[in-house]
């Protein structure tokens, strides 16, 4: 069991370079580049906004973060791939793996490039972005699942942003999820969206497990 623990480990190794540098970049730092233009807007126009807009402009860039990881599982060589030792789930796993710190020093800039006066209690629109980003990553895992697409990047982007326009008008009142900061509900809120973070992050992980019938196959 060690040597088979020992020689996975090896191969997921030997998979992070290849794997880092067929990571979709381009995707990766538009989506970056936006939200840290979105959020350092006020910045550097010098205007002062209220927190309930600055709050707007931290989800918006969440959002745009959340567009690019809806292309962090394309992979063009898929189909070239599957027939590899390593599960698809690690192979997906390792690819968040790489990217996540880039994303959280991402997202400590965001946050930086707001206005302190008006900025929201960092913890829970962080929670909010995780919540969204991990749905961005469960999309993709249901897509991959689902089709043969290679590259179902855009699919994903298009139903992520259907999601966003749809939610707030959709989400029950008692669910509390898009209120203000100071808002009494802005707590009970965001237990929700900690739920919602954990349960999107479980769907994601169930859908990175390739169909029974490939396995057999292999």
Same mark, same amino acid.
């Given at each position: ?27 990766l730092a538009? +989506?970056? =580049? !936006?939200? *840290?233009? &979105?959020?350092?807007?006020? /910045?550097?126009?010098? #205007?002062? $906004?209220? %927190? ?26 898929r ?11 690690l ?13 959280a ?9 707001t ?18 980003? +991990?749905? =961005? !990553?469960? *999309?993709? &895992?249901?897509?991959?699942? /689902?089709?043969?697409? #290679?590259? $179902?990047? %855009?699919?994903?982007a ?29 707590s ?24 029974s ?6």
């Amino acid at each position: 069991m060690r040597g088979v623990t020992a020689a996975r480990g090896a191969l997921t190794v030997d998979l992070a370079g290849p794997l880092w540098r067929t990571l979709p970049w381009r995707a990766l730092a538009a +989506a970056g =580049a !936006l939200g *840290l233009l &979105a959020a350092g807007a006020p /910045l550097a126009t010098g #205007a002062e $906004p209220a %927190p309930w807009q600055t709050l707007l402009l931290l989800r918006g860039a969440a959002l745009i973060g959340a567009l690019g990881l809806a292309f962090l599982l394309d992979d063009p060589a898929r189909h070239l791939t599957a027939p590899v030792p390593t599960p698809r789930l690690l192979r997906q796993a390792l690819r968040v793996a790489l990217v996540a710190p880039l994303a959280a020093l991402w997202w400590t800039a965001v946050l930086l490039l707001t206005p302190s006066a008006s900025r929201p209690p960092a913890g829970g629109v962080t929670l909010e972005a995780l919540a969204v980003g +991990a749905l =961005a !990553l469960a *999309l993709a &895992a249901l897509a991959v699942r /689902l089709t043969d697409e #290679a590259r $179902p990047g %855009p699919y994903v982007a298009a139903t992520l942003l259907l999601t966003a326009v749809l939610a707030p008008l959709l989400a029950p009142e008692g669910w509390a999820l898009f209120v203000q900061a100071g808002d009494p509900r802005w707590s009970v809120g965001h237990d929700r969206w900690a739920v919602l973070a954990v349960a999107v992050a479980v769907v994601g992980a169930a859908c990175g497990a390739e169909p029974s019938g490939r396995r057999a196959a292999r």
